[in-house]
């Protein structure tokens, strides 16, 4: 019965990887070979599949954070070292050469709202950057003086409006890659000091 309790959490608790997991964690190894690191950080790991893979494929050790319960636990069955936090919130100062974000991006009418972890993971609020914009504030904190951001944005929350705020807080942003669905865009920013 645990087994089955389990799967149904997996299943409805924790966004899965999906089209925009894999487009972060391709972007993010494929980077992160011409400028290795040593100590990652994925925020919002959810299955830990962006940690496991970027981990697997760089060598780097990488953490893996989530708010929700469900997402760390099925993150360290995966073999993901995963703490349940919010955002950078418990993290030191100046410790990660490179982090890793899929954050919440979907606009979300505030009505419409639900109160469960998928709702959690995808809802971006009225204009997507609900979640992007503390998380932003915060990570420069968190970077190794050479560290780098790995961001997945959408075009339903706007590229230019987020490459704004992050040159707000001393970021440049280069986007590593784009792939177009029939409903939207996704792109990868690097984002560094």
Not at 37 to 60: F, I, N, R
Not at 158 to 180: I, K, N, Y
């Amino acid at each position: 019965m645990t087994d089955l309790a389990d799967q149904r959490d997996a299943e409805t608790e924790v966004y899965q990887p999906a089209e925009d997991s894999h487009l972060l964690a391709e972007a993010a190894v494929a980077d992160l070979e011409s400028h290795p690191a040593d100590l990652a950080l994925e925020v919002g790991t959810g299955s830990g599949y962006v940690a496991e893979t970027v981990g697997d494929e760089t060598g780097a050790r990488v953490l893996g954070s989530d708010l929700n319960p469900h997402a760390c636990r099925q993150a360290r069955e995966r073999g993901v070292e995963a703490v349940r936090a919010d955002l950078l919130e418990p993290f030191r100062t100046g410790v990660f050469d490179a982090v890793l974000f899929n954050p919440p991006y979907l606009p979300t009418d505030p009505d419409d709202e639900r109160d469960d972890w998928m709702e959690v993971a995808l809802s971006g609020g009225e204009d997507g950057r609900k979640v992007i914009e503390p998380f932003l504030e915060s990570v420069g904190r968190a970077l190794a003086p050479d560290g780098a951001v790995y961001l997945l944005v959408s075009s339903l929350t706007g590229v230019d409006e987020v490459v704004g705020l992050a040159d707000d807080q001393g970021f440049s942003a280069v986007a590593l890659r784009d792939e177009s669905f029939p409903f939207e865009t996704l792109t990868v920013l690097k984002l560094v000091r």
